[in-house]
């Protein structure tokens, strides 16, 4: 099963999920460097009798998934996806400071919701056309975010102010992934900031040498794992183009991803060692190339059916600081002190 039968994943009897693990390994030695927590530090957890690491997290996965689609010297997307719907964010002087696809709370973001200028706020709450009392549309909330911020189709949104229906639009991720490590050692060492001016200097001022220590981690199988939920893209009741766009954008960022640097962390640089899908049966991850050559015929076809707000996708919105929130926000923190 491959793009050439794509339709076959989207009727109603499909497959729920596409599930994709890949295999990896440090691209030199055998330690790494996993996320870590305010806090808690590397998240370590038991499942039974094996202790299991936690390497990158959901929501950091879901930030990386969204980066292979971003062109950081055009500062838009890549030309596979221009026309794509996304909200720029500008600032007053017509240069761009962040878009839904780089912020992680994407359509929540405060720099698209909470500037002065709330024009699009007031659009985008006259096309949800839903107030506290009123029971939320899941389909009305998928085309709107459609028009705006396709991408928040996939990895998920969560309206909170509570002018939009009292904060309850929210939309789970469909796609979603994590990589986790097992049969885990702590490989435990250290160093010293050495200053070759003052060893006995201040410390706390930035001086003197500064012994350290350092937690890293080697482990038997390193594992990322993806989940595309195929059966919520299709409760969104989008059309079929739209279907088609949304899985093949999901397996294009996984690939992408994949295929492109794993280096995490500076002490975190990955490689992938093999990929296998393992639900539905039968299926396999496409290649980069036959992915990318199929997302601007998608795109076109779903722009075609004005299913896009904005030009060529694009609405911008430009932030500036409202003046009275910013002095109830000065005020409150008065208050606190």
């Known amino acids: 099963m491959s793009l050439a039968n794509l339709d076959a994943l989207l009727e109603a009897n499909a497959p729920t999920r596409i599930l994709i693990e890949a295999d990896l390994a440090p691209l030199q030695g055998t330690r790494f460097q996993p996320t870590g927590f305010p806090s808690l530090g590397a998240a ?13 997290s959901a929501q950091s996965m879901a930030n990386r998934l969204e980066a292979t689609i971003w062109d950081d010297a055009a500062d838009e997307l890549i030309p596979e996806l221009r026309g ?66 396709a991408n928040a189709l996939l990895h998920g949104v969560f309206l909170s102010k509570s002018e939009l229906a009292g904060g309850r639009f929210r939309m789970a ?29 201040n410390t706390k001022a930035g001086f003197g040498n ?13 594992t990322a794992f993806f989940s595309l939920d195929l059966k919520q893209i299709r409760t969104y009741g989008l059309d079929r183009d739209v279907q088609k766009l949304l899985v093949t ?9 994949l295929d492109g640097d794993l280096r995490l962390r500076t002490a975190c640089d990955l490689q992938v060692k093999a990929i296998r899908v393992t639900r539905p049966n039968g299926f396999q991850l496409p290649e980069l190339a036959e ?33 009275k929130k910013k002095k109830k ?5 008065s208050e606190d002190s």
């Open 84 to 149: 794509l719907s996304y909200v720029r964010v500008d600032n007053a002087e017509n240069r761009c400071l962040t878009s839904s696809i780089r912020e992680a709370h994407r359509l929540n973001s405060p720099y698209i919701l909470e500037g002065k200028d709330q024009r699009f706020f007031k659009q985008l709450k006259a096309e949800l056309d839903c107030d506290k009392t009123t029971a939320v549309s899941r389909q009305t909330l998928a085309k709107t975010l459609l028009r705006y911020d």
């Open 210 to 222: 500064v012994p350290f220590t350092r937690d890293e981690y080697t482990a038997e199988r390193i």
């Open 329 to 333: 926000d000065a005020a409150d923190s």
């Open 173 to 201: 991720r469909a796609l979603s992934s994590f990589i986790e490590a097992t049969g885990i050692n702590l490989a435990a060492s250290g160093g010293v900031k050495n200053d070759h001016v003052d060893p006995q200097g």
């Open 291 to 323: 992915l990318r050559a199929a997302l601007p015929s998608l795109v076109k076809a779903c722009a075609d059916k004005d299913s896009f707000a904005g030009d060529n996708g694009v609405t911008c919105v430009v932030y500036e600081e409202d003046p």
């Open 249 to 257: 954008l999901a397996l294009f960022k996984i690939r992408a991803l």
């Open 44 to 56: 370590r957890f038991s499942a039974g009798k094996q202790e299991i690491l936690l390497v990158e």
